[in-house]
């Protein structure tokens, strides 16, 4: 079976389980291209991906799922001149220097210096990756991470291949592995928890605050790189899978805090790396433990759910 053919399989026996509970990301800018290109790392010359030896003799790309923050940077002093200039030369009265930057490189006369610029990937503060479009079309998505009014609320999250570490020369000194990204999304934690459909049993008001806290508690467990398989697993499920935080919810109802939260290689992980990932629930008053796992496939790039939130029982 054609990977395409399995990818789309195993799509529409999720969504028939779970009935749309996946979270959408933002419109996706590239929705026009029939699909992501397909790139050999260890043989693209151009692409600066790492390959990994996956025990055969063959090779396999590093993939990222990463949670963080898009930032800009002058990689030398003449692209901020150039900058300051083309500055000078548009009508950015009365805006913040954030927005300023954001009106100019939003300017179609303008791409040439959003091309010149380093783009960083930032978590928790730390310089982590630095980031090349797989297709210069998608320095439109970089753009939009450059929000106008930013917040400490805000984060993108970035899908993509890591290379090898940059020269100095490329990002002024900055010397961290290079990320070539398919895409990029952004979103803030309120739009976030918003998105999360709410069970009709639980009330906004008690929702709401469960929802907040399990976010806060699962970006603490994925304060990561994003580049191993464990990483990228709870990384996809912290934006992308409703029924963690529907779970915890549950959980909290039943005066139960959550206490743990566990990535082991799934015992079904064959021909396709797949990963448990367990959340353990413990009872204030009783102290007896409640376990939940769901699976998550991470062989490629994209990981996709492969088993919803179900009980767990130890083996």
């Known amino acids: ?187 803030d934690r309120d739009a976030l928890i918003k998105a999360i459909p709410r069970p009709e049993k639980t009330s906004a008001k008690e929702f709401g605050p469960a929802a907040e806290e399990l976010f806060d508690r699962i970006m603490l467990a994925a304060d990561n790189a994003g580049s191993t398989d464990d990483h990228r697993a709870l990384n996809y499920l912290a934006v992308r899978y409703p029924a963690i935080y529907t779970t915890a919810a549950d959980a909290f109802g039943r005066n139960s805090s959550l206490t743990a939260v566990d990535v082991q290689r799934s015992p079904l992980s064959s021909t396709r790396n797949v990963v448990d990932v367990i959340f353990s629930f413990t009872n204030r008053a009783t102290y007896v433990v409640e376990k939940f796992f769901t699976r998550v496939d991470v062989t490629e790039e994209f990981p996709f759910l492969v088993t919803k939130m179900s009980p767990y029982f130890d083996r």
């Open 1 to 187: 079976m054609e990977q395409s053919e399995l990818n789309e399989q195993s799509t529409s026996q999720l969504d028939a389980v779970n009935a749309g509970q996946i979270i959408a990301p933002p419109a996706d800018n590239n929705a026009g291209r029939a699909q992501y290109p397909q790139v050999n790392p260890a043989t693209c010359a151009t692409c600066g991906a790492t390959a990994a030896s996956n025990g055969n003799g063959a090779t396999a790309p590093s993939y990222v799922f990463a949670i963080g923050r898009v930032e800009m940077r002058f990689p030398t002093l003449a692209v901020e001149k150039e900058f300051a200039q083309a500055t000078g030369r548009a009508d950015t009265k009365g805006l913040t220097d954030r927005a300023a930057a954001h009106a100019v490189l939003s300017e179609r006369s303008n791409r040439y210096i959003a091309r010149q610029v380093c783009w960083v990937f930032s978590i928790e503060g730390l310089e982590t990756y630095i980031l090349v479009p797989r297709d210069p079309a998608d320095y439109d998505q970089l753009l939009e991470a450059v929000r106008p009014q930013p917040s400490p609320l805000d984060l993108d999250v970035v899908v993509g291949v890591r290379g090898p570490i940059a020269p100095p020369e490329m990002c002024n000194g900055l010397m961290a592995p290079i990320v070539i990204f398919d895409q990029i999304y952004s979103f």
